[in-house]
């Protein structure tokens, strides 16, 4: 069977930066599964992954705009110390829900601390990088229709994967 939307697909993984250095693997894990055609994985490697079958092997490297995205300084924002609880530890590299204006919740990260304003960034730590995938893929079945009608793979038992 090949990939194509409304399939689960199961693929074991290394994902490296452009300096080769490995940020994510499934080695020692049990292979990532997939709705294919759901979003459930970023959009250039869901892409690569379409028409391939199980025991195909491939290298890539996916743009940042078809990753996490291209870095947005807009998304890099100071706030008031005061928004932030009165005697909270705020340190450089933190990460804090917060809500945009548009009511949307995201997470933030703490790029720099001065005694008046705390600076966050919005940006997906991976946005703005291209990033480099091996992959080989194990299984390839057809969704069941619970699958397809949540979004998303049930592990097996049913619990939700």
Same mark, same amino acid.
């Given at each position: 069977?090949?990939v %194509?939307?409304n @399939?689960? #697909? +199961?693929?074991?993984?290394?994902? @490296? !930066?452009? !300096?080769?250095?490995? /940020?994510?693997?499934? +080695?020692?894990?049990?292979p990532?599964?997939? /709705? $294919?055609?759901? +979003? ?7 892409a690569?992954? @379409?028409?391939? +079958?199980?025991? !195909? =092997? &491939?290298k890539?490297?996916?743009? %940042?705009?078809e990753a ?6 807009q998304?890099?924002?100071?706030v008031?110390?005061?928004a &932030?609880p009165?005697?909270a530890?705020? =340190?450089?590299?933190?990460? &804090?829900?917060?809500?945009s ?10 790029v720099?601390?001065?005694p *008046?304003?705390? @600076?966050?960034?919005?940006? *997906? ?7 480099? &995938?091996? #992959?080989?893929?194990? !299984? #390839?079945?057809a %969704?069941?229709?619970? =699958?397809?009608?949540?979004? *998303?793979? $049930?592990a097996?038992?049913?619990? $939700?994967?």
């Open positions: 069977m090949q %194509a939307d @399939t689960v #697909v +199961s693929f074991d993984y290394t994902l @490296t !930066d452009p !300096d080769g250095n490995t /940020l994510d693997s499934s +080695s020692g894990r049990a990532l599964s997939y /709705l $294919h055609g759901a +979003s459930n994985i970023i959009p250039g490697l869901e690569q992954m @379409t028409g391939r +079958s199980a025991g !195909d =092997e &491939f890539v490297t996916i743009p %940042a705009s996490y995205g291209e870095r947005d300084e998304l890099i924002q100071p008031p110390r005061q &932030f009165a005697g530890q705020i =340190e450089v590299g933190q990460q &804090f829900q917060a809500r204006p548009d009511g949307q919740s995201r997470i933030v990260r703490v720099k601390v001065e *008046h304003q705390i @600076t966050v960034d919005a940006n *997906h730590p991976l946005a703005g990088v291209p990033l480099t &995938f091996e #992959v080989q893929i194990r !299984d #390839v079945r %969704a069941t229709a619970e =699958e397809i009608e949540r979004g *998303h793979v $049930h097996p038992g049913g619990q $939700h994967g």
